[in-house]
């Protein structure tokens, strides 16, 4: 790892709006999200609750505590998911074929560049549990996932979206196996929370979906498309993609 690169594997950086606290081998909660699905006042408000916790810590001349991490993943979780769950603005991720990109490039690098736990896309941003391999970085895998979707799905839409991803995600540092199994059901429970659903299985672009023995078989799996000369995605293999294995 580039000695300029460290602040990605371990410690606290922020790009923006949002704080990014790194452990070396640690497991990740991440969202990220189409550009404009979220108005600007509520940014700024999370901005300004993120710079108090942030003072707190800096005053103390220390990292963030995990109370301190805490209050931020709910205020994440119960305010911006929120919204971002009631769907505003254009919800691109609706379209099964849009939606079949992400879900396909989110597990194609399973067990090799990352593990996953667990992972959704909803119709206007995405949620996963993982975990990146030695040598790999949560950025440099959050930046192969969005820049190569963005780039298949503009192909598709009729006047494009650039940018289609917001620049910047969040993420939060899992603790424990307890807040393992919290993010893991926070994830795979949110289209059911979210009323799209009756149980999380049933959404199609999903990790408990995916696992399904039907789902493996391709019976009600949307198809991955993954082009032949991607420069970021190899070519799919034939068959079909492979059932992905997840881990609680």
Avoid at 46 to 60: D, G, N, P, T
Avoid at 92 to 106: C, D, K, T
Avoid at 198 to 208: F, G, V
Wanted: with cysteine.
């Amino acid at each position: 790892m580039m000695p300029g690169k460290k602040h990605l594997v371990a410690g606290l950086h922020s790009r923006g709006v949002l704080p990014h606290l790194k452990r070396e081998g640690g497991t990740y909660f991440v969202t990220f999200r189409q550009a404009g699905t979220l108005p600007k006042e509520v940014l700024l408000r999370f901005k300004q609750e993120r710079e108090i916790i942030l003072r707190q810590a800096e005053a103390a001349k220390r990292p963030l505590t995990w109370h301190e991490q805490e209050e931020l993943f709910r205020w994440y979780t119960s305010r911006v998911d929120k919204y971002l769950d009631a769907g505003h603005g254009v919800c691109h991720l609706r379209n099964p074929e849009l939606a079949g990109i992400v879900g396909g490039a989110i597990h194609f690098f399973e067990g090799q560049r990352y593990e996953l736990r667990a992972w959704v896309v909803m119709p206007n941003h995405v949620h996963a549990v993982v975990w990146p391999t030695p040598g790999q970085t949560l950025s440099g895998i959050l930046h192969s996932w969005k820049s190569f979707t963005a780039h298949e799905i503009n192909k598709l839409l009729p006047e494009g979206m650039v940018p289609f991803w917001q620049s910047e995600s969040y993420d939060h540092l899992v603790r424990d196996e307890d807040d393992l199994h919290r993010c893991c059901h926070y994830t795979l429970m949110n289209p059911v929370n979210a009323g799209l659903c009756a149980q999380p299985e049933d959404w199609r672009w999903s990790s408990t979906h995916v696992a399904q023995p039907s789902s493996a078989a391709g019976s009600g799996t949307v198809p991955v498309r993954v082009p032949e000369n991607s420069g970021e995605t190899p070519p799919q293999p034939a068959g079909g993609t492979p059932a992905l294995r997840v881990k609680t």
